[in-house]
Every structure is written in C-alpha cells, then in structure tokens.
C-alpha cells in the first residue's frame, strides 16, 4: 500500500508560479512510477506528467511541456511538480498518483494508488 497526500495548490495570477508536492508513505517509494493528473469542473482527468521509478525518464502533456517540471526526492519520499507561467486553463484540482510498473506512463487505470488532490486556481 502507499499513501499519497498533495499539497502546495492556491490562488496565483497568470504568469505566476506554484510548486505542488506529494508525499508519499508505505512501500519503497523508489518502486514505484509517479504521476501528476488534474480534473477540471465539467472535464475528465487529464495526465499531466510521469517520472519513472528510477527518475531517468519522464513524459510531459503537449499543453505543459516546456512550462511544468516534475521530479522526485528519495531521501524524502516526496514527489514534485514546479509550474511556472501558468494559465488559467492551468486551473484544476491536481492529483498525483503511484504506478508498480515503474515505467513513466500517461494512462490513468496504469496507476494503481491516488491522492485526495490540491486546488490549482489560476485568475486572469
């Protein structure tokens, strides 16, 4: 089992910056993949990022990638996602996810455990 708890959602004005953060607790975090998705009102999840177990690959969606950064810390079982100039399309209740697979993957029914989420809003 792992549990995942998000954390760094807000109010920010476009063009601003945000760091979400999710920490994770249960089995070695390093045996997992990891991954961001976020739901908007009225819209399915939507992937956003992975990192794969070892941390040498990620993927990124076409609408985030050069903008969102994710990474990940084992000393600290935590799992991050930088965004900067963010958008009010940005805006979404973002969760980050856990995948036994080890491999980066965009499909949510991969990911076998889900945080709660963290409000992302963003005003124009």
């Known amino acids: 089992q792992v549990q995942l708890v998000e954390s760094g959602g807000g109010l920010v004005q476009a063009g601003g910056s945000l760091r979400l953060s999710c920490a994770a607790s249960?089995?070695?975090?390093?045996?997992?993949?990891m991954g961001w998705f976020r739901q908007a009102p009225g819209k399915e999840r939507e992937f956003v990022a992975a990192?794969?177990?070892?941390?040498?690959?990620?993927v990124y969606a076409d609408s985030v990638k050069g903008r969102f950064t994710i990474s990940r810390d084992y000393a600290k079982n935590m799992l991050y996602l930088q965004m900067n100039s963010l958008k009010p399309e940005d805006t979404a209740l973002y969760y980050c996810?856990?995948?036994?697979?080890?491999?980066?993957?965009?499909?949510?029914?991969?990911?076998?455990?889900w945080g709660q989420g963290t409000q992302v809003t963003v005003s124009s």
């Open positions: 249960g089995r070695t975090f390093s045996s997992y993949a």
């Open positions: 996810a856990a995948d036994r697979s080890l491999i980066a993957t965009m499909t949510p029914f991969r990911y076998d455990y």
């Open positions: 990192i794969s177990g070892s941390g040498g690959s990620t």
